[in-house]
Nanobody
Framework: QVQFVESGGGLVQAGGSLRLSCVAS????????MGWYRQAAGKQREFVAG???????KYADSVKDRFTISRDNAKSTVYLEMNSLKLEDTAIYYC?????????????????WGQGTQVTVSS
């Protein structure tokens, strides 16, 4: 079992920034990647960003060049720095743990999810 504690969400104006944090605990050693997903009202959950323990990152096209994922492996913590926020970034953001290959390919999520943190971008 893996548990997450997410924080950092809130209300921000369009063009602003937020930083999300997620601390993982439990049986994390079997997984080499952590990531973020989001789910807007009435939509399916979608991939946002993932990062392998060795440093390789992957982003959804919609957030590339605006969001930055980072990790502190020693603290089992993953961060998501979100800049130039848009109205369409409004969603509940969920932390995840999973797998990524060292060279290319997608982020493969495991079915462990945090409680989510709400990000609301206003005009």
């Amino acid at each position: 079992q893996v548990q997450f504690v997410e924080s950092g969400g809130g209300l921000v104006q369009a063009g602003g920034s937020l930083r999300l944090s997620c601390v993982a605990s439990g049986s994390t050693i079997s997984f080499n990647a952590m990531g973020w997903y989001r789910q807007a009202a009435g939509k399916q959950r979608e991939f946002v960003a993932g990062m392998r323990s060795g440093g390789r990152t992957k982003y959804a096209d919609s957030v590339k060049d605006r969001f930055t994922i980072s990790r502190d492996n020693a603290k089992s913590t993953v961060y998501l720095e979100m800049n130039s926020l848009k109205l369409e970034d409004t969603a509940i953001y969920y932390c995840n743990i999973g797998q990524m290959r060292a060279y290319g390919g997608p982020y493969y999520p495991e079915d462990y999810w945090g409680q989510g943190t709400q990000v609301t971008v206003s005009s």
